[in-house]
């Protein structure tokens, strides 16, 4: 894979605007719940819930959720085989028991010695290790579908023993580390609470799968019983972070990348597969056979299913604001982020076309809804903000004025309050009124319906845009508006969807296609990083341990790592001679526009010595050059910040010399099994995420000992 392919997919993005809807399997948030599985309100009865889902209830029983019953076959009856005497077999399982205890149901369920949950008899001669993701609905479809048959056949008949590993994919599902850490303060209660934790994030993900997850988590964990004050501490302090990610460590050192993955008596077997599956996997092992047959072959790419248009809630108080006629024939719905710098791109370049040529002559009936998202910390008072100015009739107004304003008050914490107070005021409001109203709940919850709302509809970026019903995301240009406009109509524009995804869907299988004969694999051992023309390094060149990371300046994970850990890193690691760090290029081009551009402004500035500082000036400035069309304005006024001299750093940034080499990292991460950023190499070792800094400590330990 190339940089040129890398680029080729941002143009497919961005021509295709209907193919966020093909992305439904697998988005994080914006997945639907498993088959059968419907979300319930998080203040509903519990206990009668898991009753009629066929489950045994709350005094002590196991709570498997009721999904298969409801919308997929019934597990297939096991026959069990006869346990050979195998000494391989039975030594498979040598896992060490802390404590266990015995459900309702008659199943061994308890923690291991390293505080992993399990279900099963511990002397069991098959040992089924699962990497889990609680928000990947495919982990909910085997939880809902493949566990229960296990439950009551292999698991209870004394075959099989399940020990639970958290695997959160957060790159892609934002809460799944959250939930992971919940299960655990639930299981402080013993491990049948863990369970029942375990079924009831998976049954009602659609619940929690939004930017304030432990509101949720402690509703679930009031209604099943639990010690509220010593939950709800647990969950806000994230007690068990660090346990969470040393999970994914070892999942990634054992070579796991995606979610469910197993190991069957070490034996790999990937994915939600069905019963009858791990029905043939037990019963070969048992027999002293190999797996590998088991392993069911890939689907063939199935007809994609054409979507239809979905209903959204346009009661006055389920909308932020709407302007134009109730009966124009198109209809287009906005879930907005006010921090967005793309939602800011189409607020100022895209939307006063839409209102003056659409809205004002009756083509067009405009709603505005509210979409935050947790990796922009004030964008949820902002919405607060603006819904606060329209209670005094000025919400376009104090629309208009906090995205223009958003490089003043992103990134000021509580701070931003004050200056929406000024905006306001210098919009003539009231000010009592408007405080008022900033300090109360209400809005609040008004926003928080919509996230759910929005989560709910398949919403997984912002600026996300309903036409008619009809999904499309991203800063579009006026010119697609105006055509998906005409086809509503002129009554075209179910047929231009389903004609669109048809494509898309053909274009995407003979792209995944090439992709997988050309991407590497990831990396199961060491691989040999180099590190003498990089684009810099700080340490001591003879350190025993060396980092390479691999990062994007516009990706707000590698700003976290950047804020949060990579300090801890230096002083450490670094600054005492144990560590040599050493930074690589990986624009994410298809999602960070301006990534290769800011790659370029640091190594312009390493020609005067200065690399770290434009490096750390361009991570803590991420919000304020991030999105914007001409960056370099924003570069340029850094370097004079940290005494460059301007004209030799301009005329570097303007000739583009570097970008031969930023694309030279980019590609050779790519043949390293990079996938995302930030990744790092200890000692060659992959590393991937913006892991906390427990995690390090432990895999530089780890490889200090090797």
């Given at each position: 894979?190339?940089?040129?392919?890398?680029?080729?997919?941002?143009?497919?993005?961005?021509?295709?605007?209907?193919?966020?809807?093909?992305?439904?399997?697998?988005?994080?948030?914006?997945?639907?719940?498993?088959?059968?599985?419907?979300?319930?309100?998080?203040?509903?009865?519990?206990?009668?819930?898991?009753?009629?889902?066929?489950?045994?209830?709350?005094?002590?029983?196991?709570?498997?959720?009721?999904?298969?019953?409801?919308?997929?076959?019934?597990?297939?009856?096991?026959?069990?085989?006869?346990?050979?005497?195998?000494?391989?077999?039975?030594?498979?399982?040598?896992?060490?028991?802390?404590?266990?205890?015995?459900?309702?149901?008659?199943?061994?369920?308890?923690?291991?010695?390293?505080?992993?949950?399990?279900?099963?008899?511990?002397?069991?001669?098959?040992?089924?290790?699962?990497?889990?993701?609680?928000?990947?609905?495919?982990?909910?479809?085997?939880?809902?579908?493949?566990?229960?048959?296990?439950?009551?056949?292999?698991?209870?008949?004394?075959?099989?023993?399940?020990?639970?590993?958290?695997?959160?994919?957060?790159?892609?599902?934002p809460q799944a580390a959250a939930a992971a850490n919940a299960a655990r303060c639930a299981g402080e209660e013993g491990a049948v609470t863990y369970w029942q934790f375990h079924d009831v994030l998976f049954a009602r993900?659609?619940?929690?799968?939004?930017?304030?997850?432990?509101?949720?988590?402690?509703?679930?964990?009031?209604?099943?019983?639990?010690?509220?004050?010593?939950?709800?501490?647990?969950?806000?302090?994230?007690?068990?972070?660090?346990?969470?990610?040393?999970?994914?460590?070892?999942?990634?050192?054992?070579?796991?990348?995606?979610?469910?993955?197993?190991?069957?008596?070490?034996?790999?077997?990937?994915?939600?597969?069905?019963?009858?599956?791990?029905?043939?996997?037990?019963?070969?092992?048992?027999?002293?056979?190999?797996?590998?047959?088991?392993?069911?072959?890939?689907?063939?790419?199935?007809?994609?299913?054409?979507?239809?248009?979905?209903?959204?809630?346009?009661?006055?108080?389920?909308?932020?604001?709407?302007?134009?006629?109730?009966?124009?024939?198109?209809?287009?719905?906005?879930?907005?982020?006010?921090?967005?710098?793309?939602?800011?791109?189409?607020?100022?370049?895209?939307?006063?076309?839409?209102?003056?040529?659409?809205?004002?002559?009756?083509?067009?009936?405009?709603?505005?809804?509210?979409?935050?998202?947790?990796?922009?910390?004030?964008?949820?008072?902002?919405?607060?903000?603006?819904?606060?100015?329209?209670?005094?009739?000025?919400?376009?107004?104090?629309?208009?004025?906090?995205?223009?304003?958003?490089?003043?008050?992103?990134?000021?914490?509580?701070?931003?309050?004050?200056?929406?107070?000024?905006?306001?005021?210098?919009?003539?409001?009231?000010?009592?009124?408007?405080?008022?109203?900033?300090?109360?709940?209400?809005?609040?919850?008004?926003?928080?319906?919509?996230?759910?709302?929005?989560?709910?509809?398949?919403?997984?970026?912002?600026?996300?845009?309903?036409?008619?019903?009809?999904?499309?995301?991203?800063?579009?240009?006026?010119?697609?508006?105006?055509?998906?406009?005409?086809?509503?109509?002129?009554?075209?524009?179910?047929?231009?969807?389903?004609?669109?995804?048809?494509?898309?869907?053909?274009?995407?299988?003979?792209?995944?296609?090439?992709?997988?004969?050309?991407?590497?694999?990831?990396?199961?051992?060491?691989?040999?990083?180099?590190?003498?023309?990089?684009?810099?390094?700080?340490?001591?060149?003879?350190?025993?341990?060396?980092?390479?990371?691999?990062?994007d300046y516009q990706c707000p994970f590698c700003s976290r790592h950047f804020a949060e850990v990579y300090p801890q890193l230096m002083t450490q690691y670094v600054e005492t001679g144990l560590v040599r760090y050493v930074?690589?290029?990986?624009?994410?081009?298809?999602?960070?526009?301006?990534?290769?551009?800011?790659?370029?402004?640091?190594?312009?500035?390493?020609?005067?010595?200065?690399?770290?500082?434009?490096?750390?000036?361009?991570?803590?400035?991420q919000n304020q050059w991030s999105g914007q069309a001409n960056p370099a304005t924003f570069f340029i006024s850094y370097a004079e910040q940290i005494g460059l001299e301007p004209t030799p750093f301009t005329e570097c940034?303007?000739?583009?010399?570097?970008?031969?080499?930023?694309?030279?990292?980019?590609?050779?991460?790519?043949?390293?099994?990079?996938?995302?950023?930030?990744?790092?190499?200890?000692?060659?070792?992959?590393?991937?995420?913006?892991?906390?800094?427990?995690?390090?400590?432990?895999?530089?330990?780890?490889?200090?000992?090797?």
């Open positions: 894979m190339s940089l040129k392919m890398v680029q080729s997919k941002t143009i497919f993005c961005l021509i295709l605007i209907f193919l966020v809807l093909l992305l439904a399997a697998c988005g994080g948030a914006a997945a639907e719940p498993a088959a059968g599985n419907t979300p319930r309100e998080a203040n509903a009865d519990l206990q009668e819930w898991l009753n009629s889902q066929g489950t045994a209830g709350l005094s002590g029983e196991d709570g498997v959720t009721g999904e298969a019953a409801e919308g997929a076959p019934p597990a297939p009856t096991f026959t069990p085989s006869p346990v050979v005497a195998d000494t391989a077999v039975s030594a498979a399982n040598t896992t060490e028991i802390a404590n266990q205890t015995t459900d309702a149901n008659g199943i061994t369920v308890g923690f291991t010695v390293d505080g992993r949950p399990f279900k099963g008899n511990p002397d069991a001669p098959i040992l089924i290790e699962e990497f889990s993701d609680y928000q990947c609905p495919f982990c909910a479809r085997w939880a809902s579908q493949t566990l229960p048959g296990l439950l009551a056949n292999q698991i209870a008949n004394g075959q099989v023993m399940l020990v639970y590993y958290d695997f959160p994919l957060s790159s892609i599902h993900m659609g619940e929690w799968s939004h930017s304030d997850p432990n509101r949720s988590f402690i509703n679930f964990a009031t209604e099943l019983g639990l010690d509220e004050a010593g939950f709800t501490e647990c969950v806000n302090s994230n007690r068990y972070g660090s346990q969470v990610q040393a999970d994914v460590q070892l999942g990634q050192a054992r070579g796991v990348s995606s979610t469910p993955s197993f190991f069957l008596n070490g034996n790999a077997l990937i994915g939600a597969q069905p019963s009858e599956v791990f029905d043939q996997a037990i019963t070969m092992l048992l027999n002293g056979e190999s797996i590998a047959a088991a392993q069911p072959p890939q689907p063939e790419p199935q007809e994609m299913e054409i979507p239809t248009p979905v209903t959204i809630a346009l009661e006055a108080e389920d909308v932020a604001f709407a302007l134009g006629d109730p009966n124009a024939p198109v209809q287009i719905v906005e879930f907005t982020d006010y921090q967005c710098p793309y939602c800011q791109q189409h607020s100022v370049e895209t939307l006063p076309r839409i209102l003056q040529e659409m809205v004002a002559n009756g083509r067009v009936y405009y709603v505005f809804k509210d979409f935050p998202l947790d990796m922009h910390p004030e964008a949820r008072v902002a919405a607060k903000a603006v819904r606060c100015g329209g209670e005094q009739e000025a919400f376009l107004e104090m629309h208009d004025a906090v995205f223009n304003s958003q490089e003043q008050w992103a990134g000021q914490g509580e701070a931003a309050g004050d200056i929406f107070a000024s905006l306001a005021a210098d919009l003539g409001l009231d000010g009592d009124a408007f405080a008022a109203c900033y300090q109360s709940s209400e809005q609040d919850d008004l926003v928080q319906a919509n996230v759910e709302e929005a989560i709910a509809l398949g919403v997984g970026s912002t600026p996300s845009f309903f036409f008619n019903g009809y999904l499309a995301s991203g800063a579009l240009p006026f010119d697609s508006f105006e055509q998906i406009v005409a086809w509503g109509e002129n009554g075209e524009l179910a047929a231009q969807v389903e004609a669109n995804v048809r494509a898309a869907y053909a274009a995407q299988q003979a792209q995944l296609q090439q992709q997988q004969q050309q991407v590497p694999p990831t990396p199961a051992g060491p691989v040999d990083v180099p590190t003498d023309d990089v684009a810099f390094a700080i340490g001591s060149p003879d350190a025993p341990i060396t980092i390479v990371e691999y990062a930074f690589k290029d990986f624009p994410l081009t298809s999602i960070h526009p301006q990534a290769v551009a800011a790659a370029e402004a640091a190594r312009c500035a390493g020609e005067q010595n200065a690399y770290l500082e434009m490096h750390d000036a361009l991570f803590a400035n940034l303007e000739s583009g010399r570097y970008q031969t080499a930023v694309e030279a990292d980019l590609n050779e991460g790519i043949n390293f099994g990079v996938r995302g950023t930030p990744t790092f190499f200890i000692n060659g070792h992959i590393f991937v995420g913006a892991q906390p800094i427990e995690a390090f400590e432990q895999m530089i330990t780890a490889v200090q000992n090797q």
